[in-house]
């Protein structure tokens, strides 16, 4: 048997985004004003979202949000994505276990991230707003809301930490033929980024750099807002369509997981493919097991600390609760670059307190190795961020293999690597490695959190 | 209205390929033995071409050729493609035509020629063969045929352009990740190739010197085939897939093309879309116009010659009855480097020549300027080469406007080009040109080859 798809057709698309606050009987704890310490209400999240997505951000009390019939439409254009079984995988592996894959790469982007973006960019448009804000690091996210802002006649600006703009110049390009202003953070275009130039006129940039230029814009143009690609409520919620769609699929191949697998950077891809699952164990206390995969270089999940902590590095946003390794924590220069954070959103966070799922951490070698031998079974290069997922669904199969058990695992392919072989091409060359973080890296930079609060 | 998505299931890939030279009333004239003149046999291309690729290169009677199970399996990775209403476009146009695309870069490398590669890596496996040779000029084909050689356990080799190793290096890695091995072309590896570079020190490579650097592998390794990626009989005959979906899938969408249109370059993807709707015309005598989009830089069609000539450059293959520009002809360094060929493949050169098909030249600023705005529409960055058929599609378009009437497009989008966004990026700044062929360039050549025959 080679690789089977199970096909959905575009009535199967979701018509409602799964929120699973609803379902949690602990709920995530609420986000912090970070001057007050006080819990944040909706409102005060109006000035830098739109409404609509800042409901969404504190809605603990709906499963079920419908998603816009616009939204939906433009999900048209490549959902329902496959489900595959990847049965050249299984044979290269020799294993009992049946591995399926939700691919998300299909997308025209290449990645998950258009789940979200296409949503944040059709609230904007409802209420009026004409430009909108967003970092990029790798640049992922950055064309995803670089086509959605162009579908809903959003002017955009992406501040893109520099070393990427320079290192990943097709990632700038696919966001500047999409129309939107791309520029490199930290830049003259704003204070904060005048400032650190001023400082240190050679400076390469960082994501905390890139969100401050981007919230700073935002709040000083009129009828502009700021969007950000993971992390959230609202995103987590956004990103539903994968799993809701993965459930119907696993059905028509006549199987349930064992294992439900994503890699993890701050939560979306993660999210979106467990959280419908999640439900069956908060709801009829299913028996499966859900695996985030994190790079051992950003261990959040496996060696952080569950604290209140700052999203961003520069310490702007509200205080959420996370399993973080301190907001000031540099993770290691390694390839997938949208994994590279240093904190799990609030909701992950609660999940992982309460012991509804597990974490590993992968190294970036075996994710390589991992992904290579995907490539030749499956025939799709993936993005190295989803190669953490493929290499933790490899230990999974090769256990099942020494235990001679069936096991029945699914993953999320959240993205192809067709942009990134530069990286593909150090590993063949023997040029990459591994990076270990020592128990004193993270203790120095969580006792520096004690403070916040 | 939004794009819609017409979608078929993996029982609706077609079980045989379409061979329309059965069905054509006026044969293409034979290829020739370049020492003797004298038409070639099935027997004489055993030696270079597996057994079963060689009959189907001389198959004129039977019209459908069945699709191998093995072959079929491995097309459900990707295939069925979808076909999609290109409703943004048509907005942004606001023309009264509807438009739809075979959307062909779905595919795990990105473009349409894994229909062949696949094929053609599986005949040499059944046969016996354990290693396979070709050349590639911007990769497409070599990557293609890097995922087939791996997936039917067969060892490849690829003679890549020098000038395209080193500008092109994602699509080396593609190439390499599958586990083939890229040699820059022309190299030490082969006489032909120490020849030129004795002679030429620094030559930067051709397609003509690639396949004699090939060519000469395959003749001089044991058990080693050689593989082309266009150009000949049976590669149109395995592409008919995506015509053979695309009429499914227009009847599904309750519309029959007025024009069907695809970029041109040796013609794979051309006469992949296009033979199964011309079987109608030559045995219906349906009332379709069938247009052919090529590069003004290389007008072998609009402005070429129909006779003999060679179909690589250092004349080392038979002689193919085709419109050609001379084998000699050296198009300009344009970006849509898969339509850099000098000349039709024999099936496409006789229906031209019959009548049964147009051809159109675009240049290369129109061409970007027309896959720009079908990125911002369609969420799809095209290949330089596919945009080719997509300024065809909206110069008809553009028409139908004009004339206030209805008319159904349909066009093959035969690859992305998100590995091609160094050729945006110089468009975006302004610094891509267009190029000229002077009638005397065209005679020039051309002169040269009345003494071949």
Same mark, same amino acid.
């Given at each position: 048997m080679t690789t089977k798809k199970f096909l959905l057709q575009e009535k199967d698309i979701p018509t409602a985004w799964y929120n699973i606050v609803a379902d949690m009987k602990n709920k995530p704890m609420p986000i912090l004003n970070? %001057?007050? %310490?006080q819990p944040m209400k909706e409102e005060d999240l109006y000035p830098l979202f739109s409404k609509a997505v800042s409901h969404q951000e504190m809605n603990t009390t709906d499963a079920w949000i419908e998603i816009p019939e616009e939204v939906r439409e433009l999900y048209k254009v490549w959902r329902p994505t496959p489900l595959v079984r990847a049965a050249g995988l299984e044979k290269a592996l020799d294993t009992p276990a049946h591995i399926y894959f939700k691919n998300e790469s299909v997308s025209p982007i290449g990645s998950h991230k258009l789940n979200s973006a296409l949503a944040q960019a059709y609230y904007c448009k409802q209420e009026g707003v004409t430009n909108i804000t967003t970092e990029t690091g790798a640049g992922q996210w950055g064309a995803a809301l670089s086509y959605a802002a162009k579908a809903f006649g959003l002017e955009l600006a992406v501040y893109m930490v520099k070393v990427s703009y320079h290192q990943k110049p097709y990632r700038r390009s696919i966001m500047q033929t999409f129309g939107s202003q791309v520029i490199a953070s930290p830049s003259m275009s704003t204070k904060a980024g005048r400032k650190i130039l001023t400082d240190h006129p050679n400076y390469q940039g960082s994501l905390g750099t890139a969100i401050s230029e981007a919230v700073e814009l935002a709040m000083s143009t009129p009828n502009c807002k700021y969007t950000l690609g993971s992390v959230l409520n609202h995103v987590m919620l956004h990103q539903t369509v994968i799993g809701l769609e993965a459930e119907k699929q696993m059905e028509m191949a006549g199987e349930y997981p064992d294992v439900v697998i994503a890699c993890f950077g701050g939560g979306s891809n993660f999210s979106g493919i467990a959280f419908p699952f999640m439900r069956h164990k908060l709801l009829e206390g299913k028996n499966l097991r859900i695996v985030a995969a994190e790079p051992a270089s950003c261990p959040k999940l496996t060696r952080g600390q569950f604290q209140y902590d700052f999203g961003d590095e520069a310490g702007y946003t509200p205080l959420i609760p996370m399993f973080t390794l301190g907001h000031n924590f540099a993770p290691a220069n390694i390839h997938a670059g949208g994994l590279r954070y240093h904190g799990a959103g609030s909701i992950v966070s609660q999940l992982m307190k309460d012991g509804m799922m597990e974490a590993v951490d992968v190294q970036q070698l075996e994710t390589f190795e991992a992904a290579t031998l995907f490539a030749q079974c499956e025939g799709i290069i993936p993005a190295p961020e989803s190669a953490h997922a493929i290499a933790t669904a490899i230990r999974e199969a090769k256990q099942a293999k020494l235990e001679g058990k069936p096991k029945t695992i699914l993953f999320n392919l959240s993205g192809h690597g067709l942009i990134d072989m530069a990286a593909y091409d150090l590993y063949l060359a023997g040029d990459l490695r591994n990076y270990e973080v020592t128990d004193e890296e993270v203790k120095h930079n969580l006792s520096e959190l004690e403070q916040i609060i």
């Open positions: 970070p %001057k007050t %310490k």
